[in-house]
């Protein structure tokens, strides 16, 4: 190998072949048997540090996925060096940056090495192909997992919050209010039409979604700013500018347009929040009576996306429903005159668009089918964060979560929510809709009633040997 018979064809062409074959296999061998000795044990250590690192990885991925997550997210480092958290990811990115560089390297010095010029007239052009298309293929492959990984870093600091508080679980739960948007298209305004409160047992993963109507009435606040204002329930306005009507729903404009939020709630922006969404928290607590130290706020205007990220949801849907809504000056009731589209029943595998009409469709029926409705789509949606989804599109389902979510969620706490998500994923999601289906009276609530029927739900009663 280091020193050939550079007269004979045929063996400087097999000498060639296994020194292109040595490089894409082990990358640095060549060197260390026909060339530059310590760029090949430089090569050769840093393809051994690779392939630990890799077999590390993906036995926390198989063993200790939680423990894995909190390594590479820094999840054990406390809240005040919270930004340091994304730097595992960085030098991750930048440790298979450089490797894909040296690979091409090798590869080249590999070429000089062969001296093609000594190799058969045909197979010269056969081993420089394929020197090539292996190094396309290996420094490609470490170009592409570089960039996985820094769309990883981009997504998590882009979403979660890198120094927030964390908040150990309320008697047992994690309690994050799910928010949705609507403020896509023909909409004047941005209200939280979609409002839910996921608790997520802290053990076990069972996950309970509640939903809130958003025209509940009079409801009370949690202590705070909002329960000094109203403590006797949330009042109705007459001024459209603030919101019509004492809807939950309204919560935001009146706190960030028609009051001074920023001084209702001062830490809401430091905490990546706002003084609508920590109102509208406060709503949530008082009505429900459970701590909701967290939010996700899901922009309906991208919803589509994230869907079409996803390949779809399946949906089975019970009643023909129109897509759009009418113009100004067009009566909601003819349908036919203002509907764009419309969606039939029966079972159904939507593309975003589709998903995004079946969630806001409101005009031929009630907003409680609405909820219902979203909460289907929902679990639709969890069902499809599968590993196999997740992996094959990736990089669409990590761009579209950063387009459309945001939370005050902490980088601290990723680890503990995926080991719980992965536990949640082999349990039937409990939905509790407080609507008069759920024996609730939407123009009287008994919030005393609500919150013992939410306690009863997260906490049942353990059952005695007598039944």
């Known amino acids: 190998m280091r020193y050939p018979d550079a007269s004979s064809r045929p063996m400087m062409t097999r000498r060639g072949w296994w020194l292109v074959a040595l490089n894409f296999l082990i990358p640095g061998s060549a060197q260390v048997l026909a060339g530059n ?147 896509g298209e023909g909409r004047d305004s941005m209200r939280f039409d979609s409002i839910s409160v996921v608790s997520v047992n802290a053990q076990t993963g069972a996950t309970t979604i509640t939903g809130i109507p958003r025209d509940m009435p009079r409801f009370p606040f949690a202590e705070g700013p909002m329960q000094e204002k109203y403590p006797n329930g949330h009042e109705g306005h007459a001024d459209a500018n603030c919101g019509w009507g004492s809807g939950i729903n309204q919560l935001r404009t009146e706190v960030e347009v028609c009051q001074d939020g920023n001084q209702l709630y001062p830490d809401a922006a430091a905490n990546g929040s706002a003084p609508g969404i920590e109102a509208t928290k406060d709503a949530a607590e008082g009505i429900l009576g459970i701590e909701i130290p967290y939010y996700v706020f899901v922009d309906m205007h991208g919803f589509a996306s994230l869907v079409d990220a996803l390949g779809g949801v399946d949906i089975n849907v019970v009643e023909r429903l129109p897509k759009g809504g009418p113009p100004e000056g067009v009566d909601p009731h003819d349908v036919d005159a203002w509907a764009i589209g419309w969606i039939e029943p029966g079972q159904q595998h939507m593309d975003g668009d589709t998903a995004q009409w079946y969630a806001r469709s409101r005009y031929t029926t009630s907003d409680f089918d609405r909820m219902r409705r979203q909460r289907e789509l929902q679990e639709a949606i969890l069902a499809q964060f599968t590993p196999q989804v997740v992996l094959t599109r990736f990089q669409e389902v990590a761009a579209a979560g950063a387009d459309i979510v945001q939370t005050d969620l902490p980088q601290s706490l990723i680890p503990t929510l995926v080991d719980l998500a992965l536990k949640a994923k082999e349990q039937p999601v409990t939905t509790l809709e407080l609507t008069p289906q759920g024996g609730i009276d939407e123009f009287n609530p008994d919030y005393a009633y609500i919150k013992e029927l939410v306690q009863t739900t997260l906490h049942p009663p353990t059952p005695t040997p007598e039944g």
Not at 97 to 125: C, E, K, N, Q
Not at 158 to 178: E, H, M, Q, R, W
């Open 37 to 183: 000795r310590k760029l090949g044990r430089f090569g050769i250590g840093a393809t051994l540090v690779l392939w630990v690192l890799a077999v590390v990885a993906l036995l926390f991925a198989l063993l200790a996925p939680t423990a894995g997550l909190s390594i590479v997210t820094s999840a054990w480092l406390p809240d005040w060096l919270g930004l340091l958290r994304p730097v595992p990811l960085l030098i991750a990115q930048g440790l298979l940056i450089a490797y894909a560089i040296l690979w091409i390297v090798l590869t080249i010095d590999t070429l000089r090495l062969v001296r093609l010029v000594r190799t058969g007239r045909i197979a010269r052009f056969g081993i420089a192909l394929a020197a090539v298309a292996l190094m396309v293929v290996a420094s490609g492959t470490a170009a592409y997992a570089s960039n996985a990984v820094g769309t990883v870093r981009s997504t998590i600091s882009t979403i979660f919050g890198a120094s927030g508080p964390t908040v150990p679980p309320s008697d047992g739960y994690y309690n994050i209010l799910l928010l949705g948007a609507d403020s």
